[in-house]
């Protein structure tokens, strides 16, 4: 009675089921991985899997890279730089050249710690979002905007001929970069320079995908060489206000 208890148990047991898993494996890193060999993976591998690849999308510096991402990086980088340059421009001119709020921001300097206050809290903040999309484009134009009201503010005490001057400069020394960037293909850990030492040493620490962070750092150079050379036209002018 016992044996045919166990017989027919053995009649009753069902094939081994089709998970249909099949199509799970038509990932090229997991027939590279394991040479053609296709262990079953649950839901929970496949999400460590894409972890991996978003930590080595991530983890890898542009520095690391082929000439071609580097490039594309920097062109990246310069873009967003144009467009805030552009935005920082269209801001302090409105600033400077509207003369009600020139006088206000003249008899009212509190208005530019406000606006620097403003742009180190949203730095910090960028820093910490930098890799979520989209918050750190809506960070960026934050941050670029509390920045040119920071210039604005600061160039308000200025002689508008001297502002020029300085805008003047910095501008063709910006657009020579821009053109240098866009139709070179030099690479740039070879060349020297203030701001193209910077590009170089961006790319050594951030990845292809923190371009936001790249444009940031370099557009701070650009306004620091503005103010240096606002600084210097002015003390040769005598025209502070």
């Known amino acids: 009675m016992f044996g045919k208890s166990s017989k027919a148990s053995i009649k009753q047991d069902p094939p081994p089921p089709d998970y249909g898993t099949s199509h799970l494996y038509d990932n090229g890193l997991s027939e590279i991985m394991f040479n053609g060999y296709t262990p079953l993976l649950d839901q929970h591998h496949i999400i460590q899997e894409n972890d991996i690849l978003e930590d080595f999308k991530y983890g890898t510096t542009v520095d690391q890279c082929d000439i071609s991402i580097r ?3 920097v062109r990246k980088v310069y873009s967003i730089l144009f467009l805030q340059i552009v935005g920082s421009v269209l801001v302090s001119g409105v600033l400077t050249t509207n003369k009600v709020l020139r006088q206000y921001i003249v008899s009212n300097p509190v208005v530019i710690f406000l606006s620097m206050f403003g742009s180190i809290c ?11 999309c989209p918050l750190n484009f809506y960070l960026l134009v934050l941050f670029t905007l509390f920045e040119s009201s920071t210039i604005g503010s600061i160039v308000s005490f200025y002689n508008s001929n001297v502002i020029l001057e300085a805008l003047l400069i910095t501008t063709g020394i910006f657009l020579g970069l821009t053109l240098f960037t866009w139709q070179s293909k030099y690479d740039f850990r070879t060349i020297g320079g203030y701001i193209f030492y ?6 050594k620490h951030l990845s292809p995908e923190e371009y936001i ?12 060489l503005f103010f240096q050379i606002l600084s210097l036209i002015s003390k040769l002018n ?3 206000e």
Not at 122 to 132: A, I, M, V, Y
Not at 198 to 203: G, I, V
Not at 213 to 224: F, H, K, P, Q, T
């Open 71 to 73: 490039m594309d990086f």
């Open 122 to 132: 949203t730095l910090l903040f960028l820093s910490w979002k930098r890799r979520s």
């Open 198 to 203: 910077d590009t170089s040493n961006l790319m």
């Open 213 to 224: 962070v790249g444009a940031i750092s370099l557009y701070i150079d650009i306004v620091n």
């Open 238 to 240: 005598g025209d502070n």
